[in-house]
Structures are given as structure tokens and as C-alpha cells.
């Protein structure tokens, strides 16, 4: 079983500090990974994807992958009221079935302004 | 603009009525998924096509059923043979082989059982 695994929170960071949202992954052959901006009653958006080891950065955002310790994580810089919102991180796997993704259930992000 | 349309954005089903979801886009994609979300919960995959003609079941695929007719479309059915269906369906599409596999969501139906 496939799992994807982050901390429901919620999480609250004042208006201006770093979020910083993490995510663990059990299948060691997992090659691609996501994360996803969901407001509520809304659908999700793509807001990074990272399949390499280190760090990618876009804009305020930083995806950081660590295929050994299976763990990824989004850093949110100078966070926004706007960025409050609902973050799935998602997982594609390897082999048999790598069309798929899985999704964590998502940490609750709560900008406080 | 290219993406991908979900309707009706609200669906009210009564007990043993089979209900159909619609799921169109015209990012050319090749790819295309059904998810539902539950409250608290992650999305679940119920069905995916990568071709025309062409779907597999995903983790939760009893009681629903789809057709892919038109690289354009993906309709997912709810039949009454779903015994919760109740939540918000999602449909998705990436482009199928990129290495990547990026998922592009619609903005989803919110079903409610009466």
C-alpha cells in the first residue's frame, strides 16, 4: 500500500513568516512529486512539481526533495493571507501503475495577518 | 481558454437514481482521471483513461462506471449501486508519458445524496 502521509494541522504562521509544510512518502521508487494549493470548495491547483534531490525554487515557493529520507517539503516565503488554503502534496510511483498519483490528505495552511 | 469544464457544479441524487457526470477539456491531453474527495480525506482515484476507447479501474471503482468516447471526454456515471456517494468528484488530465505525469484538475461537481 502506497501512502502519503502529512500533518493535518492546521498550520498558523503570521503574515509575512516562512510555512513550512512536509510530506512522507513510503514508496522508496517514487519519482515525481506534487504540490497542490486547494481553497476551499475548490479544486486543486498545481502549484510545483520536483523530482530531483535538493531544492526548486518558484517565486515565494521552494520545493525540497530528500529521496533518502523520503521526504519532501513546501516553503512558503513572505506568506499571504491568500496563501491560507488547504496543501496536498501528491506522489507519483514507480513502475506498474506510474500514471498514478497519491495524495496525502493535505495540511491546512492559516496565514495570520 | 484552454481547460478542463466540470457539470453541473451541484448535483442533488435521490436514492437508487443513476446520475452522470460531465468532464470535457481541450488541453489535447491524453490522460484523463475521476477522483473523489471526501471531507479530512485525500483524493481517491475511480477510474483513468490514458486512450480513447480505452479505462481502467482505480482504487475505488465499484459502483461507478465511465466511457471515453472522445479524447475530449470523460463522463463518470454514479450508479445506485454506490452506496455513499456523497462528495466532491474531480476530474483531472495530464498529458500521458511525460515524465512528470502532471495532473490538471476542473473544478469539480459536489454531489449530494437526498
Known amino acids: 500500500q502506497k501512502e502519503v502521509e502529512q500533518n493535518s494541522g492546521p498550520l498558523s504562521v503570521p503574515e509575512g513568516a516562512i510555512a513550512s509544510l512536509n510530506c512522507t512518502y513510503s514508496?522508496?521508487?517514487?519519482?515525481?512529486f506534487f504540490w497542490y494549493r486547494q481553497y476551499s470548495g475548490k479544486s486543486p491547483e498545481l502549484i510545483m512539481f520536483?523530482?530531483?534531490?535538493g531544492d526548486k525554487e518558484d517565486g515565494r515557493f521552494t520545493a525540497q526533495l530528500n529521496k533518502a529520507s523520503q521526504y519532501v517539503s513546501l516553503l512558503i516565503r513572505d506568506s499571504q493571507p491568500s496563501d491560507s488554503a488547504t496543501y496536498l502534496c501528491?506522489?507519483?510511483?514507480?513502475?506498474?501503475?506510474?500514471?498514478?498519483?497519491?495524495f496525502g490528505k493535505g495540511t491546512k495552511l492559516s496565514v495570520i495577518p | 481558454d484552454g481547460g478542463i469544464t466540470q457539470s453541473p457544479k451541484y448535483l442533488f441524487r435521490k436514492e437508487g437514481q443513476n446520475v452522470t457526470l460531465s468532464c470535457e477539456q481541450n488541453?489535447?491531453?491524453?490522460?484523463m482521471y475521476w477522483y473523489r474527495q471526501d471531507p479530512g480525506q485525500g483524493l481517491r482515484l475511480i477510474y483513468y483513461?490514458?486512450?480513447?476507447?480505452?479505462?481502467q479501474k482505480g482504487d475505488i471503482a465499484e459502483g461507478y462506471s465511465v466511457s471515453r468516447e472522445k479524447k475530449e471526454s470523460f463522463p463518470l456515471t454514479v450508479t445506485s449501486a454506490q452506496k455513499n456517494p456523497t462528495a466532491f468528484y474531480l476530474c483531472?488530465?495530464?498529458?500521458?508519458?511525460?515524465?512528470?505525469?502532471?495532473?490538471?484538475f476542473g473544478p469539480g461537481t459536489r454531489l449530494t445524496v437526498l
Open positions: 483531472a488530465s495530464s498529458i500521458f508519458g511525460s515524465r512528470n505525469n502532471e495532473q490538471f
Open positions: 514508496d522508496r521508487g517514487s519519482q515525481s
Open positions: 520536483i523530482y530531483s534531490n
Open positions: 501528491a506522489v507519483k510511483s514507480s513502475g506498474a501503475g506510474s500514471y498514478q498519483l497519491t
Open positions: 488541453l489535447n491531453h491524453d490522460a
Open positions: 483513461s490514458q486512450i480513447v476507447n480505452d479505462f
